[in-house]
């Protein structure tokens, strides 16, 4: 939806309005004001079809009359629900101007401004007979699957032991996020092909990791989803995992965190770690430091 915004808006002279509200995917048109235990506030919920219904009637029916547009032309071209502090943003385009770039990278301490000198590395084991579950996010409500949308809890995986969790120290004063989200990992795997999951978290001072965003990247296809490369079994190999955008505020206190895995199943299927389907436990290493610029790229405002 945000990449469909950014080209209409950017090649056509049509009007465009992007609406970014905290709701399910089924919650659009009911409107729930809950997820997961979080409630965003009754002010969260929007009439949808209204607003649908006065987009077109301002640009489509003619037939109630006045120029094309009318009060649509004040409104703004982009809302956007910012979670963290449940409050509405409207700018006029997306990503906002004003947002700038920050990187965090990964190091020893976990994610830090400053890129560290001494190369380090982070293994675990990732076993696609028994993947690392789905614990909510961008997904359907279907309840049979184990699916449940929204800012899940992630320490309910943390007693796993194939994946790793950085974060920054806690923050002395808030963080907004608006705009992409993304990661670049210097990893390595000892199969010809594998996953990579980033997940996005906010910390709490409890503990509590709440899921803002997540994205993958299918080793063998990491430079054109119709192109199958292989990988060199033990190579060190830059990937970049789309982790979608966010609308979010980090509240002073809380942590950043980035949790990397190797499946999130069944929002994804499995990578059985072989081209064959043959299922096969792999071994894998995330490098930082030195050479290896392994980071989680945001964009604040």
């Known amino acids: 939806t945000l990449a469909l915004y950014e080209r209409f808006a950017g090649r056509c002279e049509s009007p465009q309005r992007l609406i970014v509200g905290p709701w399910s995917h089924n919650g659009v048109l009911r409107g729930p004001t809950e997820l997961c235990g979080v409630d965003f506030g009754a002010h969260s919920r929007l009439d949808m079809p209204k607003e649908i219904g006065d987009f077109f009637d301002a640009y489509l029916n003619r037939t109630k009359g006045g120029e094309a547009g009318g009060q649509q032309e004040e409104q703004p071209r982009v809302r956007l629900f910012l979670t963290g502090e449940n409050r509405w943003l409207q700018v006029d385009q997306w990503p906002p101007v004003g947002a700038e770039p920050l990187e965090l990278f990964l190091s020893e301490e976990g994610l830090s401004i400053r890129a560290p000198v001494v190369a380090g590395v982070a293994s675990y084991s990732y076993d696609p007979r028994r993947p690392t579950p789905t614990l909510g996010g961008a997904v359907w409500e279907f309840p049979v699957a184990g699916l449940e949308p929204g800012p899940a809890d992630q320490t309910p995986l943390r007693y796993r032991g194939d994946l790793r969790v950085f974060a920054s120290t806690p923050l002395t004063e808030p963080i907004t996020l608006v ?8 990893a390595e795997t000892d199969g010809e092909t594998t996953d990579f999951v980033a997940k996005l978290l906010d910390i709490e001072p409890d503990g509590t990791a709440r899921l803002i965003c997540d994205g993958i990247v299918r080793a063998h ?20 995992v789309d982790m979608w955008s966010a609308g979010h505020t980090f509240r002073p206190g809380h942590r950043i965190g980035l949790e990397v895995t190797s499946a999130s199943f069944p929002k994804w299927d499995r990578n059985p770690n072989s081209l064959d389907g043959v299922l096969r436990t792999a071994q894998q290493r995330i490098h930082w430091g030195g050479k290896y610029a392994s980071r989680l790229r945001l964009w604040v405002g």
């Open 179 to 186: 705009g992409p989200v993304s990661c670049v990992l210097h």
């Open 221 to 240: 296809l990491r430079a054109d989803p119709s192109e199958v490369r292989p990988v060199q079994p033990g190579a060190v190999v830059q990937y970049e």
